[in-house]
């Protein structure tokens, strides 16, 4: 229990310097709060969110695609990371995540 209250305490922290633009410490805090928990879906979806943010499009890819893991019915998920893909000029990666969201919500 000890472990999981201190990963939702830097989750909660990561959201409070992503509000006031702290990206840098924001990601410290998901990442701190993902050693904790490497299951917290929000973490790697909040990290993946300010990687892209931080123009670190490959550490994005990586935090959605373990989001996705996690996830594989969450839509937004996949339809961020199918533009993360797209931006990065991977078209038939982007297209399949664009499918799948697509499927998942009509």
Known sequence: MAGYLAARS???RGHFYTFFKRHRR???A??????????MLEAWR???FLYAQEKESGKAVAAL????KLA???ADTRFNLGFLHHERGELDDAVTQFK??????P
């Open 30 to 39: 998901f990442e701190r709060a993902l050693a904790l928990d490497p299951g």
């Open 26 to 28: 924001a990601i410290q």
């Open 65 to 68: 695609q373990a989001a996705v």
């Open 10 to 12: 830097h989750y909660w």
């Open 72 to 74: 594989p019915e969450d």
């Open 46 to 48: 909040g990290a993946g």
């Open 100 to 105: 799948e969201a697509l499927r998942l919500r």
